[in-house]
């Protein structure tokens, strides 16, 4: 089952904070982050004023499903922030990089690492 893209928002700041971060990483590296990239490239970028309240932007708090299995609540964040902690997911995890722009009701399909793909619901962001 293929489902169209959603209609991604991302701030200009983190827009900006991101592209700074792929553009400074190791050929290798920005390789294996090519999906969150195609996603900032397809992202209607807005100033932090103009945002949707009920968009996932870095920092958020999102609950969500993958596929038909239970919900899911973490906070997305930069790798650096992670700080071993469970209930953080990294924007350059493939999940979080999906997470990103998605407004509540959104559906996505996301690869795995396994080359199969996932179905992400966006329930809750806060």
């Known amino acids: 089952m293929t489902h169209k893209l959603p209609r991604i ?18 050929i290798a590296d920005a390789d ?4 969150l990239a ?10 932090c004023r103009a945002m949707p309240a009920d968009v996932v932007m870095m ?9 038909t299995g239970a919900d899911l609540t973490l906070t997305l964040v930069y790798p650096d922030e992670m700080d071993g902690q469970a209930d953080r997911i ?6 979080g990089s999906a997470l990103l722009g998605l407004p509540v009701g959104a559906r996505i399909e996301w690869p795995r690492p396994d080359g199969l793909t996932q179905l992400i619901t966006i329930k809750q962001v806060s």
């Open 59 to 67: 920092g958020s708090t999102v609950t969500f499903a993958i596929g």
């Open 9 to 26: 928002f991302v701030s200009s700041t983190d827009f900006e904070r991101l592209m700074a971060r792929l553009r400074a990483l190791p």
């Open 32 to 35: 294996r982050l090519q999906g």
């Open 38 to 47: 195609d996603e900032l490239d397809r992202a209607d970028v807005r100033d």
């Open 90 to 95: 990294s924007v350059f995890a493939p999940v």
